[in-house]
């Protein structure tokens, strides 16, 4: 029998993963959008506009073989994927890899790129007119945002906020410390251990004043609300015995199972299994799903095969501040300027991603 692989979402996982079983299995890959959206650029695209020219990438150079099918999947089972039109993409195996989203202009509101360019226009040209911005939210987007904006529009007041009592407290010391003293060498203020108590929006920049934990208020003329990812899982709530933990990510079981279809896996930001909502961390599982639905194509069966082991808090994480400096944490070391600028500053991994799917 003939293995029809169906992948719904095409982002890290599911474009990766789609290229590399294209030549071992007929692959249909299931997205809305016209254009896959690389979203450590995005975050340099709000200084730099021109970035997303090529950070927004066709998806139509992916597949030699299999297929790219422009619309939006509605349910999943272990016969296939319906689309929205009613379509059925029928499927000895589904993998669903929806991620997740995020705040403007971070990650596309809907499927249209060119709203998401109109979008990146709008806020690029208010955070060039404001003097005083403030960053709601030191996770790893946040502090990059403060380093980049320090970086290419010095001159600004800028202010990164957190409830937390320092930069990255679930990883190594150095790597917070590192990252908070170049940003203050930049100017850029810290206001660690208080909470905003009155974020008038979580999904899009705006003017307005901010009041602290400790009841002071605080005026800017743009805040970015940068509060994390939440995970896209709709598709996967709606599947018997699926049950939700953190971010609305959705629980698998070692075999990246989300419910008792034995052939429906999950994977990427969607899944909640055991890594944290990266492309560093959730790039684990590809090798480990290649090999498990190549495995399944040729009658083996999964429990013969080895679950998956996640990264765990070993998990490596980059963060430039801006294309020259930032700090990164390696799993069993941290590293600085050089190192950070090398692996991810300079390009931010805009080459990788145009190579993936066939674009000069
Ligand atoms: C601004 C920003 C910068 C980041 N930078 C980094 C970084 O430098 N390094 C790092 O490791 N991580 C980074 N991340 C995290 C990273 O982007 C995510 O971990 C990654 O996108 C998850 O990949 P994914 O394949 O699970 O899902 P996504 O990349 O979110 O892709 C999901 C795809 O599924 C599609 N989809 C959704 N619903 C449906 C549906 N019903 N039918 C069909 N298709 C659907 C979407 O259109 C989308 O294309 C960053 C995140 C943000 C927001």
Do not use: C
């Not at 982002?11 to 896959?36: C, M, N, Q, W």
């Not at 100017?187 to 901010?210: H, K, T």
């Amino acid at each position: 029998m003939t293995q029809h692989i169906a992948i719904v979402g095409g982002g890290y996982i599911g474009a990766e993963l789609a290229k590399s079983l294209d030549a071992k299995a007929e692959v249909t890959l299931i997205e809305p959008r016209s254009h896959f959206v690389h979203a450590p650029a995005m975050i340099r695209g709000v200084v730099d506009p021109a970035l997303l020219d090529r950070a927004l990438i066709p998806y139509d150079s992916l597949l030699k073989h299999g297929r790219v099918v422009q619309a939006r999947a509605m349910s999943v089972n272990g016969s296939g994927v319906t689309l929205e039109d009613g379509r059925h993409i029928a499927a000895t195996q589904v993998v669903v890899a929806t991620g997740s989203g995020n705040a403007a202009p971070f990650k596309p509101k809907g499927d249209d790129i060119a709203a998401f360019r109109a979008e990146n226009a709008r806020i690029h040209a208010l955070l060039k007119a404001a003097k005083s911005v403030a960053i709601v939210g030191a996770g790893a987007v946040g502090t990059e945002l403060a380093g980049e904006i320090a970086h290419a529009m010095p001159g600004k007041r800028i202010t990164l906020i957190s409830d937390q009592p320092r930069l990255f407290p679930d990883k190594p010391a150095a790597l917070g410390a590192g990252l908070a003293k170049k940003l203050q060498r930049a100017s850029v203020q810290l206001i660690l251990g208080q909470r905003a108590q009155n974020l008038e929006s979580l999904s899009e920049p705006y003017a307005g004043s901010l009041r602290l934990a400790d009841g002071s208020e605080h005026e800017f003329d743009l805040i970015f609300p940068v509060l994390g990812s939440r995970a896209n899982s709709d598709l996967l709530q709606a599947l018997p015995g699926a049950q939700t933990s953190s971010a609305g990510r959705i629980k698998v079981d070692p075999w990246l199972r989300p419910a008792s279809f034995p052939n429906v896996f999950a994977a990427g930001d969607v899944a909640d299994a055991g890594d944290a909502m990266t492309i560093v961390a959730t790039s684990r599982q590809l090798p480990w799903l290649r090999r498990t639905l190549l495995g399944l194509g040729k009658g083996k069966s999964l429990e013969e095969m080895k679950p998956y082991a996640p990264w765990g808090e070993k998990s490596p994480l980059l963060v430039p501040l801006g294309p020259r400096r930032g700090s990164s944490f390696l799993g069993i070391m941290t590293v600085g300027d050089l190192l950070t600028r090398k692996m991810k500053g300079e390009d931010l991994f805009v080459k990788k991603y145009r190579t993936l799917l066939g674009q000069p």
